[in-house]
Each structure stands twice: as C-alpha cells, then as structure tokens.
Nanobody, 116 residues
C-alpha cells in the first residue's frame, strides 16, 4: 500500500506561480513512477506530467510544456510540480498518483485556482 498526500494548492493570479507537493508513505520504496493529473469542472481527468522514480525521466502534456516542471526527492519520498506562467485554464483539482507493483494509487487532490 502507498499513501499519497498532496499540498500546495491555492488561489493565484494569472502569470503567477505555485509549487505542489505529493508526499508518499507506506510501501513507497516500490514506486516505479509518479504523475500529476488534473480535473477541471465538467471535464475528464487528464495527465499533466510523469516522472520515473529511479532515473527521473519526465513526460509533459503539451499545454504545460515550458511552464510546469515535475521533480522528485527520493530521500523525502516526495514529488513536486513547479507551475509557472499560470493561466485561468490551469484551474482544476490536481491529483498525484503513484504506480507500485502494477497498482495505481491516488492522492485526495488539491485545488488550484488561477483568477484575477
């Protein structure tokens, strides 16, 4: 079992920045990759970015390339999403997920609102 807890969401002005964190506990040593997803009101959940746990290879959805940076600190079992140049369309609940031994675990989500 892997438990995930997100933090760092909030209200930010357009073009502002936020950093989300996702702390893993439990059987976190078996994690192979972690991801950030988001779900806006009335829309399906979408993948934002992924990072492999051992090597740190990354993947980004096209709309966030150049604005978001995913990273991880293996010593703290924590993943981050640095978000810059935020747009109103980035408003969503952001969820982290982890894949461990072919199972996917989810956090509870954190709200990000980009508005003036």
């Amino acid at each position: 079992q892997v438990q995930l807890v997100e933090s760092g969401g909030g209200l930010v002005l357009p073009e502002g920045s936020l950093r989300l964190s996702c702390a893993a506990s439990g059987s976190s040593v078996s994690i192979s990759s972690m991801s950030w997803h988001r779900q806006a009101p009335g829309k399906a959940r979408e993948l934002v970015a992924t990072i492999t746990w051992s090597v740190g290879s990354t993947f980004y959805e096209d709309s966030v390339k150049g604005r978001f940076t995913i990273s991880r600190d293996n010593t703290k079992n924590t993943m981050y999403l640095q978000m810059s140049s935020l747009k109103p369309e980035d408003t969503a609940v952001y969820y982290c997920s982890a894949i461990s031994r072919s199972k996917t675990y989810w956090g509870q989500g954190t709200q990000v609102t980009v508005s003036s």
